[in-house]
Every structure is written in C-alpha cells, then in structure tokens.
T-cell receptor, first 115, second 116 residues
Framework: GQQLNQSPQSMFIQEGEDVSMNCTSSSIFNTWLWYKQDPGEGPVLLIALYKAGELTSNGRLTAQFGITRKDSFLNISASIPSDVGIYFC???????????????FGKGTHLIIQP | GAVVSQHPSRVICKSGTSVKIECRSLDFQATTMFWYRQFPKQSLMLMATSNEGSKATYEQGVEKDKFLINHASLTLSTLTVTSAHPEDSSFYIC????????????FGPGTRLTVL
C-alpha cells in the first residue's frame, strides 16, 4: 500500500524561528494536504495542493507540491506559541469517475516551541 | 461553513458491549463520509468509506462485522463498534466530503473510546 514518509518526527525550536517539514511518497497522489492537529481534536486543514509544482501560501505557511507528485514540504515562518501541535501531511487520489479516496496520512511532525 | 460534529466526544464502556458513534455534517450535504482511527501518538488510519445509501467500503484488515457503518442520510453516518475489546480503545475521527470539485474533506472533533 501507499506510505507517506514524514520528517522530522519532532522539532524543538525557539519562538520566532522558521520551521520546515516534508513528506515523500512511494506513489503518486492527485492532491496533497497539510493538517494541524491539537491534542484531543480532529485535524484542521492548513493548505491543499492540487497541481504538480504548485506553491501555495496561507499567512505564515507555505507549501509546495513536488513536480513528481510524490513529495511536498511545509514551511512556517516566524513561529509563534500557538503553532505548537502535530502537523500531518496527507495524500489523496481522485477516482476516474469522480469522487475521491480517503486520505493516506504521514506519521506527523510534533512541533514544540521552547520559550 | 463546513462543520462536522461527532457524538459522543468521549465514551467509556465495558468489554463485550457495543458503542455507536455519530458523525454529522451540520451545514452541508455529505455524499461521502470517511472513518479513521488514531492510536496514541500515531497517525490517522483510514478504516472505511461510507457513501449515502450504499454499503461502506472497508480498508484491508478492518473487520466489517465488527465496525458497522450506516450512512442513512446525506448528513449522518454512524459507526458501531460491536463487542468492543480493550484493543479497540482509540480515537475515532470522521470526515465528510461535500460537493466541491476539490473533494475537500472536513474532519470532526473525534471520539475517544475507552474499553475497560
């Protein structure tokens, strides 16, 4: 089956630093998504990428969909305390007749901000 | 918009009993809902895909007779964990997909199941 390799597993950074995490896949996905999950809650969509090579920003977040459709990175600039949480990449396939498959998630990157 | 709710948020049950979890799309019609399971400090794993008015499609390794899914309307899907055992204790999260051409999925807040 498809697997997403997400790294790093955890990051310890100082407030104000930039953050970078990435995901690679053994298979091609039609859509690549980045989510943030706080403890005890469901994941919240941060950025969705639909085209190979696409670079998209959402405030301090920037993500890119790799040309090969097998990788993506997420950058967070000037981190703040509320950025703490677990970040997941997820890949999605689109069915030929419409609709979409469920998501395949990476293992997550746990972001910890040191005071 | 695009709010998905789950009920209950937490449930504790005895081994051998059945538990029903509801997933509702509050402000949109969801033709497809997905059920995921997340064990502590692990990622979300897709369990099944639920389409309104038809049988659910289960991922490999997920027992359909143990995890009963019903998607009776465009705003409600239920997951019933039958004869629950301690190893079924997990965080169950649903997501709902609307009619957007981008096939975005909106996640519920999750249900924490603890089986004693």
């Amino acid at each position: 089956g498809q697997q997403l390799n997400q790294s790093p597993q955890s990051m310890f950074i100082q407030e104000g630093e930039d953050v970078s995490m990435n995901c690679t896949s053994s298979s091609i996905f039609n859509t690549w998504l980045w989510y943030k999950q706080d403890p005890g809650e469901g994941p919240v969509l941060l950025i969705a990428l639909y085209k190979a090579g696409e670079l998209t920003s959402n405030g301090r977040l920037t993500a890119q969909f790799g040309i090969t459709r097998k990788d993506s990175f997420l950058n967070i600039s000037a981190s703040i305390p509320s950025d703490v949480g677990i970040y997941f990449c997820a890949g999605q396939l689109r069915r030929a007749g419409g609709g979409a498959d469920g998501l395949t998630f990476g293992k997550g990157t746990h972001l910890i901000i040191q005071p | 918009g695009a709010v998905v709710s789950q009920h209950p948020s937490r449930v504790i049950c005895k081994s051998g009993t059945s538990v029903k979890i509801e997933c509702r799309s509050l402000d949109f019609q969801a033709t497809t809902m997905f059920w995921y399971r997340q064990f502590p400090k692990q990622s979300l794993m897709l369990m099944a895909t639920s389409n309104e008015g038809s049988k659910a499609t289960y991922e490999q390794g997920v027992e359909k007779d143990k995890f009963l899914i019903n998607h009776a309307s465009l705003t409600l899907s239920t997951l019933t964990v039958t004869s629950a055992h301690p190893e079924d204790s997990s965080f169950y999260i649903c997501s709902a997909r609307g009619h957007s051409s981008y096939n975005e999925q909106f996640f519920g807040p999750g249900t924490r199941l603890t089986v004693l």
